[in-house]
Each structure stands twice: as C-alpha cells, then as structure tokens.
C-alpha cells in the first residue's frame, strides 16, 4: 500500500467522525485532529502519507496550512473538504499543491476514487525514483544470428506472456539483464514497474530492507518509513541480479515471498501482499551452489521455474561481427567520429579473441578502438587494445584425441590400450571441464542430450570411485 497513515483535518465532528470510520474500514492508519495544531503536533511526531484537510478551522485558514505542509521535506499527499466552494477556491488550492478537491457531502464511493488515484500516484512517484532507462546498449546485448541467440529469442517470446518466475544464468557480460527486460516489454506486465536489485551491490545489512523496506525507527538511521523494491514492483517485475549473493537469512525470507507472495517490513508487524512476476540472473552454477550448502535447494526451485541459459560469446564467434558493427555505429554517433571500416587483421583478432568479458568486452573494446581511430576512418590492430589472439576453443574431436592420449599404455589395459568406455568417461569430463560445469553446453558440444550426459554423470558418482579431480557434482 502506498498510502497507510492518514490525518483527517477538520472542525465539523461529524462529518469528521464519518470519513475516519470509512478510512479504517479500508485499513487505513487514521489520525483525528480538530485543529491546525493537533494536525502539526501529528506530523512532527510521525510521517503521515496523506491529510484531509478542511479549509474552516478554528485556530486558522486550511490554505495557509496547506501551504506550510508543502514546505515540509515529508509532506503528506493533500485533500481538500470543503462545505461549499467554487472553481477559484479549487484552482488555488491546486496550484498551493492539493492533490484533490472535494466539496461535502460526499460519499463513500468519491472517497475510494480518490484514494485510488492517491495511490496510484504516489506509488508512481516513488517507483520513478529507482526506475533506469532502458539504454540502447541493453538492446544490442541480444542481437544474434547464432543458433544460440535465435533460440533464445524463440524461448523469451514463450516465456515472456505468462507470469512464471525465471532464473537467468550465465557468464558475466553476456546480457543477462537485456534477457530479463526483454521478458518484460514482451509481458502482459510491461506497462507496470520494472524493478532492479543488485544483489551485489547492496551492503549484507541493508539488503532486506531493499527489498521489503523498513518502518521508521526499525534500526539507527531509519528516520521515515520507506517502501521496499517488491513492495514498488506491485503489478510489475522485479529482477534481483546476482541473487547467489545474498545471505542464507534472507534466502529462507525470500523463500517466503516466493511461496506466499507476502512479507513484513524491517521493525513492523503488518503483513503486505505484493503481486509481481520475479526474474533472477546469476553467474554462478546454483546447482553447484546448492551442493556446496551455500544456496537453499528449496529456493532455487522455486527460482528455476523457467531456467534459461546465456550462452558465451566463444561458443557464438558468428555473432561477434554483427556486434561489432552496431557497437561500431553506436560509438561513432556518440562521439562524433567517423568511422569508415575495420582491417582484416583487426576482424580477425575480433573473431579470435576468446572474450572472457563477452559481449561487455567486445563493447569496450569497439568504444575504446573509436576513439583511438586515426584519420582514415579504419579501425586497426593496435586500436583494439587485445595483445593476445587466442585461437577459438577444441573441437569435440579435439578434446576427445587429447583425452585418449592422456592413457598410458600399460599392461593394466588389454592390447596396452584403455577400453571404450574409460576413453568415453575422461572425454565427457574433459568437455564438462571445458564448460565450466555447465551440463547444458557440454551436452551441445558433446552432441547428446541433457538426459544422457545426465545419466552418464550419475552412473560415474554412483559406481566408480572417482579421484577428487574427476568426481562430478550433479
């Protein structure tokens, strides 16, 4: 709820006594006063979020009060409640900063209108505050004509309509946060906010009040109430980036809101529901995690609804050209530079290079080889700043030669030759080392299904005494 604590301000008891009673049958925090000063000792005790505000009061004029509230750094949201008025008592009362005007008797059903447009406003305010343009560098992190990338396309149109929670996980640079605004300009949600958390970013005893807010008071330096980031993203989609980050307290907490969608914030006691879609990236292998205690199992499945994976830059090297070009044009618009091409050499390095950075890499790269360009236009070797070219990563064949050479041939094998099976063994965990851990891309490069290598993984733990070096979590 945007609105909770509300003041109503006025001298006719009855009419009075008639808004509250409705206000708290709508679960509203109501404060009575009569008078100018009751009204002003309130709001110096407490943060209110709106007043009702009459304009006749015994101990001074509602417009001046008015005016004295918009001074204050909290101000609360403004209604007027006038006996009688006219359309230059409500102009001025508008251009002093009420929000509405309404003029008694008025019924219940006025009332409700306007606290809806209040919160609907106020909540708007407040998301605005945190809410990041979306740039145009977010855009291109998803341009591809890869397999890879045209898959991914096909899968975020699919996910993007329902309200099901997706966990991204990839390596850092690939996009991940281009995905997951994707998945909300394609939504049924794409009109509600769309909240950031990093994670990361966020000091360990700051970040549940990040996401759940705090009343005032609830710890030193809490001097107002202030609304979490699920409680703005009500109706929307929040995206809490590098979610393996957070602590094993706020993981069973965040458990919660998963399951129930409700929570409580820092130092209070009143439960809000919330409705938002959650989407969460990581650049780190949770399954690993899970095994390794330092992430709840329950929790990542309750993240890994939809799992969607974010394939490297090396394993799509035919993407890289066409990144280069939009980085290329975007950065020679930026900063006025006209660029006329690149080298051989130059692409070459460009398709070479490995990207450990990935598409962020390629990014910087092509931003610092624009500005580096000299007078012809052409961007060269020495621009791009990449003093090694690697070589683009083994092939299956490649890893699999290299595997079997890596027997000796000892009596203990017949012929002096390992069998089939033990080649086949050190091969997939050869590829499974050379992803990272990451089953889903050793499975493409070893061309077998997820399934299989599952399989395979599982009969390796089960019944042969691997060393420390070959055993596989799974």
């Known amino acids: 709820m945007a609105i909770e604590k509300i003041i109503v301000l006025g001298a006719d008891l009855t009419s009075r006594y008639s808004l509250e009673n409705y206000l708290r049958r709508c679960r509203y925090d109501v404060a009575s006063a009569s008078t100018i000063a009751v009204a002003r000792a309130f709001l110096g005790k407490d943060n209110f979020d709106a007043i009702f505000l009459d304009l006749k009061l015994s101990d001074g004029d509602g417009t001046d009060f008015l005016k004295e509230i918009q001074m204050r750094p909290q101000k609360p949201l403004a209604v007027i409640t006038a006996g009688s008025g006219s359309i230059e008592s409500a102009v001025e009362c508008i251009k002093n900063g009420a929000f509405d005007y309404l003029i008694r008797p008025f019924s219940d059903e006025q009332i409700g209108i306007t606290l809806r447009k209040a919160e609907e406003f106020v909540r708007l305010i407040r998301v605005n505050r945190l809410l990041s343009q979306d740039t145009e560098e977010s855009e291109h992190n998803l341009l591809g004509n890869s397999q890879d990338m045209e898959n991914l396309q096909q899968l975020i149109r699919k996910v993007a309509r329902t309200h099901a929670t997706v966990l991204i996980q990839g390596e850092s640079g690939t996009g991940k946060e281009a995905i997951a605004r994707a998945l909300f300009r394609q939504s049924p949600r794409a009109r509600a906010p769309f909240i950031k958390v990093n994670c990361a970013a966020i000091p360990e005893n700051l970040i549940e009040s990040e996401f759940f807010g705090h009343e005032k008071g609830a710890f030193t330096g809490a001097v107002n109430k202030r609304e979490g980031r699920f409680e703005l993203a009500h109706g929307g989609t929040i995206l809490l980036d590098e979610i393996s980050e957070i602590s094993p307290a706020l993981q069973a907490k965040l458990l919660r809101v998963l399951q129930e969608r409700e929570f409580?914030?820092?130092?209070?006691?009143?439960?809000?529901?919330?409705?938002?879609?959650?989407?969460?990236?990581?650049?780190?292998?949770?399954?690993?995690?899970?095994?390794?205690?330092?992430?709840?199992?329950?929790?990542?499945?309750?993240?890994?609804?939809?799992?969607?994976?974010?394939?490297?830059?090396?394993?799509?090297?035919?993407?890289?050209?066409?990144?280069?070009?939009?980085?290329?044009?975007?950065?020679?618009?930026?900063?006025?530079?006209?660029i006329k091409g690149i080298t051989d050499e130059a692409r070459q390095t460009l398709l070479n290079h490995s990207?450990?950075?990935?598409?962020?890499?390629?990014?910087?790269?092509?931003?610092r080889a624009v500005i580096l360009c000299g007078d012809n236009g052409m961007l060269e070797m020495e621009h791009l700043g990449l003093t090694v070219s690697n070589p683009p990563p083994p092939s299956s064949a490649a890893i699999g030669l290299a595997t079997a050479r890596a027997f000796p041939q000892t009596s203990g094998h017949i012929g002096g030759f390992p069998s089939l099976a033990e080649i086949e063994k050190h091969h997939i965990l050869a590829a499974l080392n050379h992803c990272q851990g990451n089953r889903t891309h050793a499975a493409k490069l070893l061309e077998v299904s997820i399934r299989t290598l599952r399989n395979k993984l599982h009969e390796y733990n089960g019944t042969t005494p691997a060393s420390q070096d070959e055993r596989v979590e799974v």
Do not use: C, Y
């Open 355 to 367: 990207w450990p950075g990935n598409v962020r890499e390629l990014q910087n790269v092509i931003e």
């Open 264 to 338: 409580e914030r820092v130092g209070g006691s009143r439960t809000i529901k919330v409705d938002v879609r959650v989407i969460a990236t990581t650049n780190r292998n949770l399954e690993q995690s899970v095994e390794r205690k330092e992430f709840r199992q329950d929790l990542f499945f309750r993240l890994n609804v939809v799992p969607v994976f974010v394939s490297p830059l090396r394993e799509r090297r035919e993407d890289v050209l066409l990144l280069k070009r939009e980085f290329m044009q975007r950065f020679s618009r930026r900063h006025g530079i006209n």
